[in-house]
C-alpha cells in the first residue's frame, strides 16, 4: 500500500539572474500564458533552476530580474515518445524583504494562521498537468 503525505510545501530560495520571453498559446481550455524565470540558488556550489508561473500570476507575482525570493513551488514530471521531462512550477512567492507573500501586502497576511507562515494555501496550486496543453 502506498501512503501519500499531504501538505508537503516544496520551495526554491534563490536570486532570479534571468527572465525568459513570455510564451503564448491556444489549447481546448483557451487562450493560455506562461513566463519562465532562473533562480540561482545561494548555496557553496549554486544550481540554476528554471521555474515557471501560469496564468495571471505573472502579473500578480510581477517578478523582476535580481531579485532575492522564495518560490512555493510544484514539481511535476511526464513522459512524451519515451523521454522525460520535468515542470517546476511556482504557486506563491515570498519576499522576505519586503514582506510581501504571493502578492498580498503584509498587513492582510496577519490573518493567516501561523502553521502556513503567511504563504499561499495549497488551493492556490496549479491545475493538474493532464489539462496542459504542451506536447510534453
Known amino acids: 500500500m502506498t501512503e501519500f503525505i499531504n501538505n508537503i510545501v516544496m ?27 532562473i533562480f540561482e540558488t545561494q548555496e557553496q556550489y549554486p544550481k540554476k533552476v ?34 522525460w521531462y520535468t515542470n517546476v512550477k ?5 519576499r522576505a ?7 498580498i501586502p503584509n498587513a492582510q497576511n496577519d490573518n493567516l494562521p501561523p ?4 504563504m499561499s494555501a495549497p488551493q492556490d496550486a496549479p491545475p493538474p498537468s493532464e489539462d496542459d496543453e504542451l506536447p510534453f
Open 11 to 37: 520551495e526554491l530560495k534563490g536570486k532570479i539572474i534571468d527572465i525568459l520571453p513570455e510564451e503564448k498559446g491556444q489549447g481546448k481550455n483557451g487562450e493560455w500564458r506562461k513566463q519562465s524565470y
Open 97 to 103: 524583504s519586503d514582506g510581501n507573500v504571493g502578492g
Open 90 to 94: 511556482i504557486w506563491a512567492v515570498d
Open 50 to 83: 528554471c521555474a515557471e508561473v501560469w496564468g495571471d500570476k505573472i502579473d500578480g507575482f510581477n517578478i523582476k530580474k535580481g531579485e532575492e525570493l522564495t518560490a512555493k513551488i510544484n514539481i511535476d514530471s511526464r513522459e512524451y515518445n519515451g523521454k
Open 115 to 118: 502553521a502556513t507562515g503567511g
